[in-house]
């Protein structure tokens, strides 16, 4: 026994649990050497979601902020989390990208790797682990902790062992849902102790509230580390607060030597910016508290607030809360984690939201159950893999050996505009997000600053051309936006105002603008169709045949004109989303206006909570529009495209 070692998590996982991980690294500057002459064991400053984050949301390059934070941290280790072969990105990268991932990190200043596989699935960790070796870093082997049929103290001390003999330096217990009880911590602690010679680091969630507890257990059964937070940055779900820990073991065997006075200065900063910016203090909810039930581990809860707010359906969070364990255990108990969390919370999302349970599976669940992400704890029930993949393949070898290379292609495909290796390998991680980040950066500096939007400012930009444009009735929850550039009322302003007047209880609207006199009045359903027949008509010409075909039915109250119009099908978007009509930037759409399409033909994509939702055709005919441009945010129900029945 002896002195514990803290690892202070205020940087990396802190954020990301209470803050959405937006702090920046101008936040952190003032407080980067204070944190450096506390004494801790570690600082955890990188990985999980902050790059993403960084070139998301903050326009920073992750690895700039690596760099700066190494430059004023010079005696204490600088921590990463590594999700195996997902890095820090959602899915499955080639080994060249991983190889390459871990050499820039090492180089860039990490000393500590925490590696974790979300499935406990060894085989993805093969890859870093031996690069990381390589690189002469300290290796730190997770063991994910959850609680589930299959997951005993016995399948835990296993892939712990396992670990070991691939070259672990040291075990971490990562327990990202705060599931750990007290009790268990000690048995388990004491069970790894017994049965590895390495240092165990213990990592907890406050959530519940157990942590405190869950830690000094810890600390009685011979844990070496364990992970805190600074005070304005711990609770709820986030880690316990470093203050309180340290208090707590003052005067006994184990004291952490660490000076509360320092800590509280540190706190005050933290305290600053969390007032400054109007972050949220941790706090535990009764549906936080409710994790010993659904076990949804912090980060998520958080992102579920945002995916069910984006989706405009926030009170519907018990319903997904509830979804989850039935999806998990169909799923075969995986644990709740990145990226597994987001594969079984968007499908618990999709299921509340759609009102059927896997009618819409995105390609990451089809993926998972091909066992692209890795071996399953617990097989998958039948029923549910056939309803989801159908009679697909099940693959049983390491899932990156079924991926090519990526290097020499992604470095070819991003070309000039990236200016290092550093560079390609952000490009290879986020595709899409790093060629906007490089095109800001490029114009930095220069007269024409491009405007790069986060999703909120999108949202603005469209809500002031939305003010100068026509009136229009306001439908709630399904606003209809503008083209942007369009200043005249066209055949797009009409459907869009014919759709909206649909949608409204009203039944009579009379809209003048410029020259254009449009009068509405209802009076029957098939006005909406006999509107649409003609979408690509050019404006002055389908704007009589729209009056015409108006007048027609809401006087005469006459069926739409041909059978033809019957057929037409919209197609709907059920969820917020950006809307993409091609699979990747370069490659081309998947229809075009004119083609015709099968039933169960993926006609775009839909980039909703972090992944790719292929959207089908439900029936098979002819695309006579597209309504939405590439790359625009999609509301839900809006449509997308309309489709001639055949
Ligand atoms: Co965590």
Redo the contacts with the bound molecule.
Sequence with gaps: MGRIKITDTSLR?AHQSLWATRMTTDDMLPVLEDLDNIGYYSLEVWGGATFDVCIRYLHEDPWERLKIIREHVKKTKLQMLLRGQSLVGYSHYPDDAVIRFVEEAAESGIDIFRVFDALNDIRNLETCMKAIKKTGKHIQACVVYTISPVHSMQHFVDTALRLKDMGADSICIKD?AGLLAPYTSYELVKAFKEHLDLPIQL?T?YIGGLAIATLLKAVEAGVDVIDTASGPMAFGSSQPPVETIVRALQETEWDTGLDLHQLFEIATHFEQIRKHKGFERGVTRITDMKVFEHQVPGGMISNLYSQLEEQKASDRIDEVLEEIPKVREDLGYPPLVTPTSQVVGIQAVLNVLTGERYKMCPGEVKDYVKGLYGKPPAPIKEEIRKKIIGDEEVMNVRPADLLEPVWEKAKKEVGEIAESDRDVLTYILFPQVALKFFEYRKSRGTEDIPQISSKDEVGEEFKEKENKAVKQPVVKGKKRLPRRGDDEMNIDEIRELILLFDQTDISELEIQKDDCKLSLRKAGQERKKEALVNPVLPAAEALTDVKTSFSDNSEEEKPARGENNENVVEVTSPMVATFYRAPSPDSPPFVEIGDHVEAGQTLCILEAMKLMNEIKSEVSGTVIDILVENAEAVEYGQVLFLIEED
């Design positions: 996982d990202m990592h969630h």
